[in-house]
Every structure is written in structure tokens, then in C-alpha cells.
């Protein structure tokens, strides 16, 4: 009996097995969308009817550049003193308008990352910022690319030179008057008794200082490891005895951002007419004019600043590697050669 079922149950697999085939063959392949569609980055909202247009328009789409999304702007951290001016001259002549000076009307005022921020923002047209009281690190504006820049000093040249510029002075601020009054010994001894701060560790002071730090409470070595900490989060730092250096290092690192920029070496606001004046030199001049006591004084009250030098000269040293920008052992390598072959 069954015999005579067996050729019409054949003829209804046959068809079946097309669909149990059909169906596997359609899951399968909605498994696999699914599968990709996971992968693929969600669209914001509006964003297919763009497509859908440049698709229609047959214009490619068009992508910012980081440039026109961040607009470059640099900010000088300006320590009195320290070869600032000279800068300031060589940026408006290399960009082509002056810079903008940004401090508040007191001398003792202090402004914080947000106040710079805010002033930054509200002159969106500035595209170098001068500040004396700027408190460290560098702020972080929406839609600007920020840069900074800062030179530390010898703090015992720093300090001839602003006896040298307060003798100089036409104003008759206090110091200007008393510059005028006494010679070099008896007008660091009169800074040290009335305002030793300008004349102790300022350096380290500047780069460390919020609004919880007086600058009449003296630095400690705390101070000094924050003022480093800040010095690694700038991204031109070097010294002024080397400003022809940290100028290369600058026009390196700001041509990237402002292409047509070129620094010239200058210098401005300056007392002294000799630029490379040994360290050695400096201190046997401080001895023969303040004699050992005050001398010694004057060097401990200034070691933390010297610290600071030395990191600012080893981070000079190698953002210069980084640029490839001045390489000495480069240089002496094909100084050699070129000599070599001249005498083949």
C-alpha cells in the first residue's frame, strides 16, 4: 500500500526541499546585514539626506581642514626682563600687525588660564597674545589652536639688567629713583630688604603662581617641581643667553601655523650691548661688585631660578632635536666632509 504513495510523496519533497533551501539562503543573508550594519559608524541625524544631496549634486564632499577648524593663536608668557620685547618686534614684523598685551591694571595682578581664555575668545581677530600676569599652564580654547611661548634667564643677568633699565627709566617709579640713587651693591641690598621677591627666585615664582601663592611668601622646592611641570606643557621654551636658538626653534614649530612668518633677530629694550657673556663671567663680575657676603646671599636666595634655567636650556636642547633644527653634531659631521672633500 505504501508502494503506491511513494511516487506522489517524492513529487512533494522535491518542492519542499526548494523552500526549506530558499529560507535558509534568506536568513543567512539577513544575519549578514545585520552583522554589518553593526559595524558601520551610526549616521547623526540629517546626515543621510546630505548624502543623499552631494550624491545628487555629484559634488564631493568637503572636509574642514584642521586650519580653518582651529585658528592658530599664540600666547607669550612674558617674564620682565626677559628678551620679550625683542620677540614682540620680531613677530609684528613677521606676521604683520602687533600683538595683543593682555594684563590687568594692577601690578600685582594675576590672571588665570579662564580669565585668558575668556579675553581670547572675545578678541577672536588676536593672533598673538603679550602677557606679564598670565598664571601658568596655557588654556585650552574651543576652536583655537593654541600655542605658547616662553624664555627663561640667568637670574643674576636678569638682575643686572633691571638695575641697568630702572637707571635708564624716565618714569619715577621707586625703583627707577632708587636705581638712580644707589650703585649696584646698595640697590640689590635695598631690593632685598624692601622687595625680595623681584629679586628671589622670581623666575620659578612667574611659572608656578596661582592665586593661592604670594609672591611675598617666598618658593620651595614645591613650587620649583610645578614650574617645571609647567615649563613641559609650552611649546617653545628656552633661555634667553640662547634667544638665537629658541628664535629658530620658534620660527620651526609657528611656520606650520602662519606660513608666511619670518622671524627676524633683533634686539629691543635692551641695557647691555654684550649678548655672550659667560656664566663665569657673570658671577666674577657679581663678586669684584658686591663683595662675597652678598654675593653668596644673592646666589642662595637664586638657586631655585637656576634649577629652572638648566631645565629650560635641556628642553631647548631637545624640541631643537625634535625639529631638527640646529643639530650640532650634524653640523660638525659635515663641516668634516665638506673639509674632506675640498682636499680630494
Excluded at 550624491?55 to 580653518?68: E, I, T, V, Y
Excluded at 617653545?236 to 614649530?253: F, H, K, M, N, P
Excluded at 669684584?288 to 631645565?311: H, I, S, T
Amino acid at each position: 500500500m505504501m508502494h503506491g504513495h511513494l511516487p506522489f510523496l517524492l513529487a512533494r519533497v522535491a518542492p519542499l526541499m526548494r523552500h526549506v533551501t530558499h529560507l535558509y539562503h534568506s536568513a543567512t543573508r539577513v544575519i549578514e546585514l545585520g552583522l554589518y550594519s553593526l559595524q558601520m559608524p551610526r549616521r547623526k541625524p540629517g546626515q543621510r539626506y546630505l548624502l543623499r544631496r552631494e550624491r545628487a549634486s555629484g559634488r564631493p564632499r568637503r572636509h574642514k581642514s584642521s586650519s580653518q577648524q582651529h585658528s592658530p593663536l599664540l600666547i607669550h608668557f612674558h617674564i620682565f626682563k626677559n628678551a620679550g620685547t625683542s620677540f614682540q618686534w620680531a613677530l609684528q614684523q613677521g606676521i604683520g600687525s602687533r600683538p595683543h598685551e593682555y594684563d590687568p591694571s594692577s601690578p600685582d595682578g594675576l590672571l588665570s588660564p579662564k580669565q585668558l581664555a575668556s579675553y581670547a575668545t572675545r578678541t577672536s581677530e588676536a593672533r598673538v597674545i603679550f602677557t606679564h600676569q598670565a598664571a601658568l599652564p596655557p588654556p585650552r580654547i574651543r576652536g583655537r589652536k593654541v600655542l605658547s611661548s616662553i624664555l627663561i634667564r640667568d637670574p643674576i643677568a636678569r638682575i643686572r639688567s633691571i638695575y641697568a633699565f630702572e637707571r635708564q627709566q624716565v618714569h619715577s617709579s621707586q625703583g627707577a629713583v632708587k636705581a638712580k640713587e644707589l650703585d649696584f651693591k646698595g640697590y640689590v641690598e635695598w631690593r632685598l630688604a624692601c622687595s625680595p621677591a623681584m629679586f628671589c627666585n622670581y623666575q620659578v615664582y612667574f611659572c608656578s603662581r596661582t592665586a593661592f601663592n604670594k609672591k611675598d611668601e617666598g618658593t620651595t622646592e614645591t613650587h620649583l617641581r610645578t614650574a617645571i611641570a609647567n615649563l613641559d606643557l609650552i611649546d617653545i621654551v628656552g633661555t634667553v643667553e640662547r634667544y638665537i636658538d629658541w628664535l629658530g626653534l620658534a620660527q620651526s614649530i609657528l611656520s606650520e601655523f602662519f606660513p608666511q612668518l619670518k622671524l627676524v633677530v633683533t634686539r629691543r629694550n635692551a641695557t647691555s650691548t654684550s649678548t655672550n657673556v659667560s656664566h663665569a663671567e657673570i658671577l666674577d663680575h657679581l663678586l669684584k661688585d658686591l663683595g662675597f657676603a652678598l654675593a653668596e646671599r644673592l646666589l642662595e636666595c637664586n638657586q631655585l631660578d637656576m634649577c629652572l634655567y638648566q631645565v629650560a636650556e635641556a628642553l631647548l636642547i631637545r624640541r631643537l632635536a625634535e625639529h631638527r633644527v640646529d643639530i650640532p653634531l650634524l653640523k660638525a659631521y659635515a663641516d668634516v666632509s665638506k673639509n674632506y672633500t675640498e682636499k680630494l
